[in-house]
């Protein structure tokens, strides 16, 4: 499974990026939307994880682009905010990600919500 993160935070990138490796998925990271974009056009991952603050670009703009784009429609999109707010799942979801992981160091917990979004995909 490929997995593209996108976060203009490189520690908290870099970081989850490890879990993921570790795990055993395939996964690609860039710094901002723009980036992010482009790697998804050109590796069309099964899941993405983008940031919803960054400076280039918010993350439900790229979300709109990525549904909007016939080719990347169907790759899950996931919100990922620092935010611990009870709505952000339902706010993410009405513009348009597959869900959200709140950011956090306890890997076993986003590895968990990573899973339960990649079922479907197999």
């Not at 959200?100 to 160091?105: L, M, T």
Request: proline share 2%; glycine share 10%.
């Amino acid at each position: 499974m490929k997995i593209l993160i996108i976060d203009d935070d490189e520690h908290w990138l870099e970081l989850i990026a490890h879990y993921l490796q570790q795990d055993g998925y395939d996964v690609r990271t860039a710094i901002s939307g723009r980036r992010g974009m482009s790697e998804a056009r050109r590796d069309k991952p099964d899941l993405i994880i983008c940031d919803i603050g960054m400076p280039d670009g918010n993350g439900y703009e790229f979300v709109r682009d990525c549904k909007r784009n016939h080719v990347m429609r169907d790759i899950v999109v996931l919100a990922c905010t620092g935010s611990g707010l009870l709505d952000t799942d339902t706010m993410a979801r009405e513009v348009g990600f597959d869900g959200s992981i709140i950011k956090s160091n306890d890997h076993a917990r986003i590895l968990k919500a990573i899973r339960e979004h990649l079922k479907g995909t197999d």
